[in-house]
């Protein structure tokens, strides 16, 4: 076997199952009839160990407010990744909630950046269309905004 067939042996196999699904009148995914992507299977919304509500939805992400006061004070915008996991991992439950600790710590305008999966309309997505969404959460935030990057190393 030549490495070209190892490499590419998984989408082959993939191609097979999905044609003989479609023959046997199995779809693998329906479609969503409003915007042409796969629909997901249907998880209940997460559930997060602080109260905050959403603040800005965008086709690529949504910001979370988790303020605990008004006015001109400095604000944090926590960036959590998305890898493995959601951006719950920066609120996971009381005691281990980077949310809790920075509150507990006077950051009291306190918001979170939830990036969605992708669909049809930001598979073409790129760096500087993400870098313009976070521009747009600071604008609505109203700087200065403290930048805080969540990243989990397993």
């Known amino acids: 076997m030549n490495p070209w ?9 993939a191609s ?6 479609l023959e ?5 995914m329906e479609m969503d009839a ?11 919304e997460p559930e997060w160990a602080s109260p905050n509500h959403v603040t800005i939805e965008l086709d690529a992400m949504r910001v979370h407010n988790f303020s605990v006061a008004r006015g001109k004070r400095r604000s944090a915008l926590i960036v959590a ?6 951006a719950r991992i920066a ?3 009381s005691g281990h909630s980077l949310i809790e600790t920075l509150r507990a710590n006077g950051c009291s305008r306190l918001f979170l ?3 969605k999966s ?11 269309s993400h870098l313009c969404d976070l521009k747009v959460a600071v604008d609505d935030i109203g700087p200065p905004v403290d930048l805080i990057g969540a990243s989990v190393c397993v």
Not at 34 to 44: Q, Y
Not at 81 to 86: G, I, V
């Open 81 to 86: 990744p998305f890898a493995l996991h959601d």
């Open 91 to 93: 609120d996971l439950s």
């Open 5 to 13: 067939e190892i490499w590419f042996w998984p989408w082959i196999a």
């Open 118 to 128: 992708a669909t049809a309309k930001t598979k073409l997505g790129t760096i500087d």
């Open 34 to 44: 409003n915007d042409g992507d796969a629909a997901l299977p249907r998880v209940s």
């Open 24 to 28: 046997t009148g199995h779809r693998p």
């Open 16 to 21: 097979a199952l999905t044609r003989r699904a």
């Open 113 to 115: 950046v939830e990036w």
